[in-house]
T-cell receptor
Framework: GAGVSQSPRYKVAKRGQDVALRCDPISGHVSLFWYQQALGQGPEFLTY????????KSGLPSDRFFAERPEGSVSTLKIQRTQQEDSAVYLCASSLDRGPSQPQHFGDGTRLSIL | SQQGEEDPQALSIQEGENATMNCSYK?????LQWYRQNSGRGLVHLIL?????REKHSGRLRVTLDTSKKSSSLLITASRAADTASYFCATDAERGSTLGRLYFGRGTQLTVWP
């Protein structure tokens, strides 16, 4: 597609359930980022992939969060044993290269609500 | 943690007026970017200014950067109701961080009344 696509757009889960969020980046984009955005806040970095390699996962809040990008294109963010504090919008962004001056292209996000 | 902080948190103006938003940051940077976010949508890249640039224009947007004060401003001229959105500044970190990783502020909520 023309832009970054995320699915589902909305996800409601009960506390303790596992969830999986999908990101389809722009074709050919090397870099892929996941961000978490709480209500009224700016996005906070979670993790970064260069092709299939996860080069930085320092922003993942706990070991319940896991991300992968096995073939260097589609990425999945998985949250195990969800907690109420996991409720947020999860944004995926991709950029053509890994240089410092690359604009990032964002998807519309997945709004996750944990009951 | 968030590197940039926008000011004001909220701005309300009439169509045709200019809107100015400011951003301050803490560490040395390679570049600074401004993004826009409509309610319920993702962020859209507006403009990038490199650390060795002082001013940049794109259509109705004017961005300035003062690295000595670690601050930037975004000016939207002749605003329109369609400019209503949240605006975020984002910086990278010159050293010691993932290349391309962005640090966002909390944003400025701009409302333009018709």
């Amino acid at each position: 597609g023309a832009g970054v696509s995320q699915s589902p757009r909305y996800k409601v889960a009960k506390r303790g359930q596992d969830v999986a969020l999908r990101c389809d980046p722009i074709s050919g984009h090397v870099s892929l980022f996941w961000y978490q955005q709480a209500l009224g806040q700016g996005p906070e970095f979670l993790t970064y992939f260069q092709n299939e390699a996860q080069l930085d996962k320092s922003g993942l809040p706990s070991d319940r969060f896991f991300a992968e990008r096995p073939e260097g294109s589609v990425s999945t963010l998985k949250i195990q044993r969800t907690q109420q504090e996991d409720s947020a919008v999860y944004l995926c962004a991709s950029s053509l290269d890994r240089g410092p001056s690359q604009p990032q292209h964002f998807g519309d996000g997945t709004r996750l609500s944990i009951l | 943690s968030q590197q940039g902080e926008e000011d004001p948190q909220a701005l309300s103006i009439q169509e045709g007026e200019n809107a100015t938003m400011n951003c301050s940051y803490k560490t040395s940077i390679n570049n600074l970017q401004w993004y826009r976010q409509n309610s319920g949508r993702g962020l859209v890249h507006l403009i990038l200014i490199r650390s060795n640039e002082r001013e940049k224009h794109s259509g109705r947007l004017r961005v300035t950067l003062d690295t000595s004060k670690k601050s930037s401003s975004l000016l939207i001229t002749a605003s329109r109701a369609a400019d209503t959105a949240s605006y975020f500044c984002a910086t990278d970190a010159e050293r010691g961080s993932t290349l391309g990783r962005l640090y966002f502020g909390r944003g400025t909520q701009l409302t333009v009344w018709p």
